[in-house]
């Protein structure tokens, strides 16, 4: 099989009823979610067990509300090449649901930078990820051959550059009529 997954092969895979998940098989492989329509909305991979990945989904609500939604799966033991396949098929099916092969910013969530002060007065900054972002960060960081921390710091230099920008454009007329 090559690294990505056409629509066709991935509506050919079996696939049980969302509200049937227990029957999911409980090894590593890809799944993705089908619409009633037939449109893939969701590209996901585990590494460990499907049905375990599925039960804990971050969007279980967002599935939850879609009728007829169907879980369609790919099995395998290289696990090694899964993650691969995983972003490649996500890049050349585009399900809706799927934002890793969207550039930073089309992104709906942004990073978000959490700055607080200690009682003994240190200041501590934290970057709040959601999913999609980690996998990002974790692909930039094996792409550019760097560490995902330097991705993070690459980003949110990025965006408190814009952010800081944006603060003195809007402070800009206050000057202006003082």
């Given at each position: 099989?090559q690294?990505?997954?056409?629509a066709d092969?991935?509506?050919?895979l079996?696939?049980?009823a969302?509200?049937c998940?227990?029957d999911l098989?409980?090894t590593a492989?890809?799944y993705c979610?089908?619409s009633?329509?037939?449109?893939?909305v969701?590209?996901?991979?585990?590494k460990v067990?499907?049905r375990?990945?599925?039960?804990?989904?971050?969007r279980?609500?967002v599935?939850g509300?879609?009728?007829?939604l169907r879980?369609?799966?790919?099995?395998?033991?290289e696990?090694?090449?899964?993650?691969?396949?995983?972003r490649e098929?996500?890049l050349h099916?585009?399900?809706?649901l799927?934002?890793l092969g969207l550039?930073f910013?089309?992104r709906?969530?942004?990073?978000?930078?959490?700055?607080c002060?200690?009682?003994?007065?240190?200041?501590?900054?934290s970057?709040?990820?959601?999913?999609d972002?980690?996998a990002?960060i974790a692909?930039?960081?094996?792409a550019?051959s760097?560490?995902?921390?330097?991705?993070v710091?690459?980003?949110?230099?990025?965006?408190m550059t814009?952010?800081l920008?944006e603060?003195?454009?809007?402070?800009?007329?206050?000057r202006?009529?003082?």
């Open positions: 099989m690294d990505a997954m056409t092969e991935l509506l050919a079996p696939w049980v969302a509200d998940s227990s098989p409980r492989g890809l979610a089908i009633e329509t037939g449109e893939i969701y590209v996901g991979m585990s067990s499907i375990q990945r599925w039960s804990m989904h971050h279980r609500r599935f509300q879609m009728q007829g879980i369609a799966f790919w099995i395998t033991s696990c090694d090449r899964l993650e691969r396949v995983e098929t996500i099916v585009s399900p809706t799927n934002r550039p910013g089309q709906t969530h942004r990073p978000r930078l959490t700055t002060r200690t009682a003994k007065g240190e200041i501590h900054r970057v709040n990820l959601d999913a972002m980690a990002f692909d930039e960081a094996r550019q760097t560490s995902e921390n330097s991705i710091r690459q980003a949110v230099r990025a965006y814009v952010r920008a603060r003195d454009a809007e402070r800009e007329p206050e202006i009529s003082a």
